[in-house]
């Protein structure tokens, strides 16, 4: 079926380290992949996507990878900071399907 | 993001009432959803409007109504609010050209 899962809910790292959260998809029809970042009372924001045809992709301190073979979606966050405690949640859009399926949330949290 | 606006951004109420919830974006983006997030999961598709004439059922429909009044506004409708539709309600909008949703900051909704 249509899915989008996260290995873990929650993820503590200490400021400074690279955070990584990952994300398993289920559906091969797949065709583009979205990042997003929710802080606590805000909406979600958009961090990073990548479309199907592309591995990798860098922003500015993050790094979007996908891996195909195995349905797997990460998003690496280097020298963490405390501003980057929040929920993070992936999310894809099923090619024809017209809409976003967004998966559970990971929380990260920042450790001084 | 100030281009997408929610109103208002708490509310509780009473069993039984009907409540509106608007929504308006300055994006200029056809396409405009409507999601509720409960606490610990993700966020869930209610409906979704790719156009002035277009309406369709999301995920959890049941419950809800929606009014796409002009491409820049889209108000979500209880009609006979219930406890368990207390949640965070989300909307965003999106360039038809593109899957990557833009986020408004949320309504919270409490029904006692």
């Known amino acids: 079926g249509e899915s989008v899962g996260l290995h873990l809910p929650t993820l503590s790292v200490q400021e400074g380290d690279n955070s990584i959260i990952n994300c398993a998809y289920s559906?091969?029809?797949?065709?583009?992949f979205i990042w997003y970042k929710q802080e606590s009372g805000k909406g979600p924001q958009f961090i990073i996507d990548i479309r199907s045809n592309m591995d990798k992709r860098q922003g500015q301190r993050v790094t979007v990878l996908l891996n195909k073979t195995v349905k797997h979606l990460s998003l690496q966050i280097a020298a963490t900071q405390p501003g980057d405690s929040a929920v993070y949640f992936c999310a894809e859009n099923i090619k024809g399907a017209q809409k976003l399926v967004f998966g559970q949330g990971t929380r990260l949290t920042i450790n001084p | 993001d100030a281009d997408v606006t929610q109103t208002p951004r708490n509310r509780i109420t009473k069993t039984g009432k009907r409540i509106m919830l608007e929504c308006s974006q300055t994006?200029?983006?056809?396409?405009m959803y409507w999601y509720r997030q409960d606490p610990g999961l993700g966020l869930q598709l209610i409906y979704y409007?790719?156009?002035?004439?277009?309406?369709n059922k999301g995920e959890i429909s049941d419950g809800y109504s929606v009014s796409r009044q002009a491409q820049a506004k889209f108000s979500l409708s209880l009609e006979s609010a219930i406890p368990n539709q207390t949640a965070l309600y989300f909307c965003a909008t999106s360039d038809g050209s593109l899957a990557l949703q833009f986020f408004g900051p949320g309504t919270r909704l409490t029904v006692l």
């Open positions: 994006k200029g983006h056809d396409r």
């Open positions: 409007s790719f156009d002035v004439k277009d309406i």
């Open positions: 559906n091969s029809a797949s065709d583009y």
